[in-house]
């Protein structure tokens, strides 16, 4: 009641101004006329006035004062005021605080005089009467009111009976029953009713019955009747008991309740005659029954479905079927008599919406309109409210309709003149339909295209989608295979942004079939027909089984693809079927696919690794293929996928990349893989024309409109570059964000995922973005690197095709501003371009790195290397030539086939014909780009690096800022890596040493293959290749050298500080070096694979098979290196089997490889120049096999003799000797820059700085030194130990500078100190046999102790020779045990064959007395550091044992002795040379051995040669003769020391 509250302020100042204002209101509220409510609001003021008191706010006499005013408002006050203490007294006697009940009492006696007693008696409780004096107890009063009431109500009055007659009911009948058509109204029929009423005595509650019973005869009369009840009803509740007597009697059993009761009770309910709640009370069934029977319908539908996906037995299956069968008839042949719903149908009918929304809303959601009559008169309503607008805004054009009559029910809801009409009531009666707008089609296409017509205002799309939500979509579920309907919806679901689609998608496949028993039976059944439907489906079937697919598509798309996602994330094979089978579908369905692949990747229950946590599920694989292929084939919006893809990225999940890389690959049919063949790589650096007729494995055929597709969507989402920058970030965030606990190979895939699918997702921008799109959405290098922090390779990557872009446009411009058509204006102008749009590019650049990075490079050669690409530089003629070719065998093909229908071969022919046109003017359109860059490159190379820092720093910052980031980064990449270094070289560029960068590239390979991914090794390996291919072309033939080497800077060994930028021939590498260099790049290759298989280490071993296999066109060429190689993948082979597969896969398969490969491969000597060695007796590979151990021995006694020649040249040899020489320390420096020849390299320069220190008087002063005596040669060793310890510390000044590994000069100083340290560092780590590497290291130094003697011949005893023989004896012996392993073996052959052939350029070039007192003062200083502790007895001993054993050997192979002897010898000498100082050269005396004995030259010329690395024993005969006088003399004069050891020696071979 307490609906009107009186102000605080009026209860505080009460005699001031709230009795004044109080009385004003109740005036106001008297004189209101609001039908009833102004009676409430006074009773409201009365009831806060009269509270007040009871409360003890007011005084009583106060208020007194003021009800007594009150009374004078109105007459019916006390009767208001009675009502007031009425409710009080309820309210007071249920109060615990007896003083609030006294002051109530106070109240009502002290009204007793303006409030009559009677009112009071009727309204207030005994009790209360009893306490205010008014009765005197109230037992005996309450005694009397009942029996009041008894005779009032209960008792019969059987005196109307005896007084009524028939005649005035039949009189009454034919009133009621008479033509109303004419003037006849309700108000005359009234009087006569009154009249029979007097006359006949007649009962009018029974005379009220009898209306109603004729108007429900006679229900077309409503307003006739309805107006007549309205005059003559007296008490409403009358009314109801006489409606629900009737009601009541239809509720027996077996009776069914007429329509035209429900028809009379919507009337009067309608016209306010009676109230529903009134009226509600006697309808059966009560709420609680229907309830139960929605919850029990629910439950018996799950059953069902529980039923329907459960495995059932055949038998089992049918009989549970029959009995639902019977169920479902008993059910519809006996509908329940429901009065409730039959009463909402007639107020349905009847337009009567207030009433029917009240009682369906005290039923359960949906249940009423569940009910077809209910739902139909319901959608009825709904027609005729939507009918006005629909025909001015939704009827399409050419359309008629059925024209709907409006009822004529003035009360019935207006219909709907504007959209937001619809809010009134429209709205609410479609969502009350909920799915059972099924029942209605007509009125769901209305309602649709009402929206579609509508969701131009957006004030009501909030409206739309709840329709959508809880209408459209799931009365669609309960549609048979309407596909009219589905494109309907989707017109207007298209309007929808993909977001809301999508939310709306999620609630149909979760939420709705989970409410409605109707729509479980009908998930549950759509399920099954799936099933059966996917069982059943194949190749052959496809046409069929989508049929299926599409009916069952129509209704409910979400189940139906939700259960084919399952299977095919089971079962891949599906994928081809699955995605021919959906052509069927419509386009609503197509985009609930989409959402439904999206909701099954983004599956939180999925893994998306393998339980080996090393690769990516398969369930995942398969949903990206099925990606691919579906929305290439159907037109499917690509926008919320791609938004997925960008969320998982922009959150550090790089797993769904797959998805993004599959469906580039598909729809724009480029394809990412490293397994590419070379003709597909070579047709990759053309024109777009033919990459895509040759580039790729899968020619995918008509991508224009599916790449055409993907590309507006990425434009129109502004998707395009987030997702590249985005993946760029991604690269590194997967190994240092992403990886946390997962394997090492699973994080190797995720980054070469990430990879290639921004090498993709890059060339499909690139190829299909205009300029303009391209050129708007790529920022500058320099924003793109510093702002967005994307890596430079991919950020170049992104940029590269926009400067491609701008220079053609920017050329294009000239072009046409002046008309010159000469080649020679074409290229200036080209140049010009470049040079505008380069510029800031240049500048740009200079953020990125530290400004020393500059000192060695310039900006310009920086942003040209990264800007360039393959089809920049070469054009691929034979891949243009190759599929012009295959081209025309298809015309021909076409021709001759008697198949092809005429037109379509004519089609045929056309199509090839004008591809093969494009290719051919491509191609041109190439070679005319190339010839303007190449020009353009001519221009610029004189500016690319800097002659003030040094050639090993240039090179190092281009490898580690250039050509090491790039090789990796894709195929073509590495393709053109390799191109681009060989283009430097050709233009000449000055002060870029060639030998350095291949030397630097193929040195040290351990750590870049270590550090790759599998997909990087394939792309290093093939950039290895392409590198090896342009060394092996200069190393088979000495024409092409010599025209493409000789004379360039590339080339030069001496670099001058001048701009000398030519190349005599005094400063070049001639060929035979240049074959030992390329030699020793093999070997080097050798040992690092040899190396890293050896490790145990899965990425070590799985990253060089892939390099190995890659450069097998290449490398092995020598057939030793071949060997080892093929042992130790033989090794990894065996021990792989069980434990790895996939390395076992690798390694076998390189193996069956490298065995056809042997054919091809050559020994050692034909690979460069080298005296042929004698035959042994030792195997085969322990004659060839190359090793670990003695791999950087043989290249380091290369460069040193390279180095200690390039000395002697310096400073003894003048003239023609000056050439080769320094291209021998050219080979030296080669090796320096790694660090891996390290030693050689600190010696030759420390040579080089005695040459400088000295001066020309020192060296005229050692070419005077005589060495023939022992004192003169005790007094050379003394000065060159002197010379060696300043050479060193300016050595040590100058390898700081130039940045020389610290490492590499502590490897020089370990090697001086102790020759064991040096064959360890040389060596590839591998451990030899403990006892057998001891000896042979030991036994080596004491040998070639004996060689060095031999050649200075000023040693004081023969104890080295002796030493010598011991060594070489054990060696011999050790070969047989263990020749197997390439490590110990096989690396000593391979040592031993090399010294023999590295010096035979040499020789011819200078003065050999001179060369021979060099090496001697060199081979005394080295001999004095290695024989300190050795005690003389053990030396003879030693000696005597390797004579014995020579003794022996002679012997068994006499036949062979020469050659044999010179082989072993050669061997052990290469062995020791791995511990001797680079410069203990002397080939000399191998020269001088050979004319003095036969049998002792081979042994004493390998041994004298075996310290060097250039210098060779495989001299001819011819020079030997020539200096045989000198190397006499030198004899004589060594002394008797040295004629004894000959002596020794010749002895012993005999």
Sequence with gaps: ?????????????????????????????????????????????????????????????????????????????????ADVFSTLDLETAALEEKIKRDHYTQLVGSCLFFVPEAILKERLDPETLESLGLIKQAHQFNQKIVKIKTKLFYKQQKFNLLREENEGYAKLITELGQDLSGNITSHVVLESIKSLIGCFNLDPNRVLDIILEVYESRSDQDEFFLSLIKCYMCEPLTLCHILGFK?????????????????????????????????????????????????????????????????????????????????????????????????????????????AQSIMDQMPSFYA????????????????TVEPLYRRS????????????????????????????????????????????????????????????????????????????QVLLPSLSLMECNACMSEELWGLFKLFPYQHRYRLYGQWKNETYTGHPLLVKVKAQTVERAKYIM???????????????????????TILFDYMLSQIQWYDNLIVPVVDSLKYLTSLNYDVLAYCIIEALANPEKEKMKHDDTTISSWLQSLASLCGAVFRKYPIELAGLLQYVTNQLKAGKSFDLLILKEVVQKMAGIEITDEMTSEQLEAMTGGEQLKAEGGYFGQIRNTKKSSQRLKDVLLDHELALPLCLLMAQQRNGVVFLESGEKHLKLVGHLYDQCHDTLV???????????????????????????????????????????????????????????????????????????????????????????????????????????????????????????????????????????????????????????????????????????????????????????????????????????????CIFSSIDAVYCARFVELVHQQKTPNFCTLLCYDRVFSAIIYTVASCTENESHRYGRFLCCMLETVTRWHSDRAIYEKECVNYPGFLTIFRATGFDGGNKADQLDYENFRHVVHKWHYMLTKASVHCLETGDYTHIRNILIVLTKILPCYPKVLNLGQALECRVHKICLEEKDKRPDLYALAMGYSGRLKGQKVHMVPENEFHHKEQPARSAAPANQQNGPGSTGKLATSTSKTEDGM??????????????????KANSAAAKVTTSNGNGAINSTKAVKERDDKEKSGKEKKEKKEKTPGSTPETKAETRREK??????????????????????????????????????????????????????????????????????????????????????????????????????????????????????????????????????????????????????????????????????????????????????????????????????????????????????????????????????????????????????????????????????????????
């Excluded at 200690?1204 to 020489?1221: A, F, I, L, M, Y």
């Design 535 to 557: 069982k059943r489906l194949t190749k052959e079937n496809v046409k069929q089984s989508g049929r299926q697919i599409g009916k069952l598509s129509h209704s409910n798309p």
């Design 760 to 966: 993709q997702f890059g060339g499909f921008l690139a190829s299909n973005l205009s300029t303009e799109d391209y050129i708007k959405r790529v920022p500058s290098i320099d924003i793109l690197c510093n702002q967005f922090h994307t890596p430079h390779d991919a950020a170049f990557f992104l940029s590269r095709p926009m400067y491609a872009h701008q220079i053609l446009s920017k050329y294009d411009e000239l072009k046409k501003a002046e008309k010159g058509n000469r080649q020679q204006q074409k290229v200036h102008k080209y140049v010009a371009a470049c040079e505008l749009v380069m510029t800031p590019v240049h500048e740009a650049v200079v953020s990125l790195h530290p400004a020393r990075v500059w000192d060695d490079l310039r900006p310009q050669f920086y942003a040209t290397f990264w800007s360039l690409t393959m089809y920049d530089l070469a054009v691929p003629h034979s891949a243009y030539e190759r599929e012009v070719n295959k081209l025309k065998v298809q015309i021909k093909a076409i021709e001759e086939n008697p198949e092809i229908p005429l037109n379509k071969k004519k089609k045929e022919k056309e199509r090839c014909t004008v591809l093969q046109e494009k290719l051919q003017e491509e191609e041109k359109k190439q070679l005319e780009h190339v010839q303007r860059v190449l020009h353009r490159l001519k221009l610029e190379k004189d500016n690319w690096l800097l002659a003030k820092s040094t050639k090993n720093e240039t090179i190092t910052k281009f490898l580690q800022l250039c050509l090491f980031p790039r």
């Design 247 to 355: 009601f009541k009697f239809y509720q027996e059993p077996n009776e069914e309740t007429p329509k035209s009761l429900y028809h009379i009770a919507a009337a009067l309910l309608h016209h306010n005659l009676i109230e529903l709640e009134d009226i509600y009370v006697h309808l059966m069934p009560v709420d609680a029954i229907i309830i139960e029977e929605h919850k029990r319908d629910i439950s018996e539908a799950k059953q069902i479905a529980r039923k329907l996906v459960m495995v059932v037995l055949p038998s089992e299956k049918s009989e549970d079927k029959d009995k639902e069968k019977e169920k479902e008839e008993e059910k519809n042949d006996k509908p329940p008599d429901n009065q409730k719903l039959g009463l909402l149908e007639a107020l349905l009918r009847i337009g009567d919406w207030h009433h």
């Design 369 to 384: 309109s569940s009910h077809k009559a209910i739902a139909l008169a319901l959608c009825q309503l709904v027609h005729l």
């Design 1281 to 1550: 130990q002197r010379d060696e310890r300043a050479g060193k510390e300016e050595r040590v000044a100058r390898e700081g500078k130039e940045k020389t590994p610290k490492a590499d000069r502590e490897k020089v100083k370990a090697e001086e100190k102790s020759s064991k340290d040096d064959k360890a560092k040389a060596g590839n780590g591998e451990p030899m046999e403990p006892s057998r590497e001891r000896d042979a290291i030991k036994e080596s130094k004491s040998k070639e102790k004996g060689d060095r003697s031999a050649v200075a011949g000023s040693l004081k005893s023969p104890v080295p020779r002796l030493e010598s023989a011991e060594s070489e004896r054990d060696h011999k012996r050790r070969k047989l045990d263990c020749h197997s392993s390439p490590s110990h073996s096989s690396s000593v052959k391979d040592n031993s064959n090399e010294p023999k052939e590295s010096t035979s350029k040499h020789h011819a070039n200078y003065n050999s007395v001179t060369r021979s007192k060099s090496r001697e003062r060199e081979m005394e200083k080295k001999d004095s550091d290695n024989t300190q502790g050795r005690s003389k007895e053990k030396k003879e001993e030693k000696d005597r044992k390797e004579r014995k054993r020579d003794h022996l050997l002679n012997e068994l192979e006499a036949s062979q002795e020469s050659k044999r002897r010179k082989d072993e010898n050669g061997m052990n000498s290469s062995k020791n040379s791995k511990s001797t100082s680079p410069s203990c050269d002397s080939p000399l005396s191998a020269e001088k051995e050979k004319i003095k004995r036969s049998k002792s030259s081979s042994k004493e010329k390998a041994e004298s040669v075996k310290p060097e690395r250039t210098s060779s024993g495989g001299k001819k005969e011819s020079r030997h003769d020539k200096e045989k006088s000198e190397k006499k003399e030198k004899r004589d004069s060594s002394g008797g020391k040295e004629e004894k050891k000959h002596h020794k020696s010749s002895d012993k071979h005999r």
């Design 1 to 81: 009641m307490a609906t009107l509250i009186l102000p605080g302020e009026w209860i505080k100042n009460w005699e001031k101004s709230g009795k004044h204002e109080f009385v004003q209101l109740c005036k106001e509220l008297t004189e209101k006329t609001d039908h009833g409510s102004e009676i409430r609001d006074i009773q409201a003021a009365l009831y806060e006035l009269c509270w007040q008191v009871v409360q003890g706010n007011l005084k009583l006499d106060l208020v007194i004062s003021v009800l007594g005013d009150m009374m004078e408002l109105r007459d019916d006050m006390p009767s208001i005021l």
């Design 1204 to 1221: 200690s020649e390039d000395d002697r040249v310096k400073d003894k040899s003048q003239g023609t000797t000056k050439p080769v020489n």
């Design 394 to 469: 939704g009827l399409p054009k050419g359309a008629r309709g059925c024209v709907i009559h409006p009822l004529r029910n003035k009360r019935a809801p207006r219909p709907a003149e504007s959209f937001e009409d619809l809010r009134r009531d429209t709205f609410s009666m479609i969502c009350y339909l909920g799915p059972h707008l099924s029942h209605d089609p007509i009125l769901f296409a209305k309602i649709v295209r009402l929206g579609k017509a509508f969701m131009k205002e957006e004030t009501l799309l909030s409206c739309f989608l709840s329709i959508a939500d």
